[in-house]
């Protein structure tokens, strides 16, 4: 093969599949941010249960957590894109809808879904984080996903089709999706959806 079309041999990490998310995020939906890590767990998570991507399986160790499905891995990759300039995280007050206060204030990233009751519960202010590329973000994203593309197409066609099916819809309706797929990640979460699937689990024993 010519040298000039040779396939660059790449091996991407997790900070890579955070980029090429937040990349598609404003490619396909038009949207320069991406709200909420609870938004950006649940996407790296279907994106390793539900597609063919190649070695995401080793990349993030999902346990169940508060809201379900948490990989540490996540965390660690924004802050780490955060420290090199490639991601802006930045802070906004929303409001939140949540069977007690107590879980309120455990969640800092979700904001209120459009489909929630709103009127059992008060809306209680929470911060939520905000997930934009810079600049050179932008140009090291762009660049990942030619690579990608050129080695392996699948894994470009994963991604878009994770953001494209779930990148706008409301939170709840993510987390909806989730627990009920997977209700092994419900275990430990204080999220009143988890208690739903436990009742509906119930109702089939």
């Not at 990490?13 to 950006?40: C, F, H, K, Q, Y």
């Not at 979700?110 to 709103?118: F, H, M, Q």
């Not at 699948?154 to 779930?166: G, K, L, N, T, W």
């Amino acid at each position: 093969m010519d040298a000039t079309h040779k396939v660059i041999d790449i091996q991407f990490d997790p900070e890579d599949v955070v980029l090429l998310i937040l990349e598609a995020n404003e490619r396909l939906l038009r949207r320069r941010s991406l709200a909420g890590v609870t938004r950006l767990q649940k996407l790296v998570f279907i994106l390793e249960e539900e597609t063919p991507f190649e070695g995401i399986g080793r990349m993030f160790d999902f346990v169940p957590w508060n809201f379900g499905p948490f990989s540490k891995g996540v965390h660690e990759a924004v802050d780490f894109l955060d420290g090199c300039g490639l991601v802006e995280i930045e802070e906004r007050e929303v409001e939140s809808v949540y069977a007690t206060r107590e879980e309120a204030l455990l969640l800092e990233d979700i904001a209120t879904d459009s489909d929630r009751d709103t009127n059992e519960n008060q809306a209680i202010p929470v911060r939520e984080k905000v997930f934009t590329l810079t600049d050179d973000g932008k140009v090291v994203a762009s660049k990942l996903r030619e690579l990608l593309f050129q080695k392996k197409p699948a894994d470009c066609e994963a991604i878009d089709s994770v953001v494209s099916r779930f990148g706008a819809k409301p939170l709840g309706q993510i987390i909806r999706y989730v627990y009920h797929r997977y209700p092994l990640m419900t275990t430990n979460s204080i999220h009143p959806e988890a208690k739903r699937v436990s009742s509906s689990s119930s109702d089939l024993d």
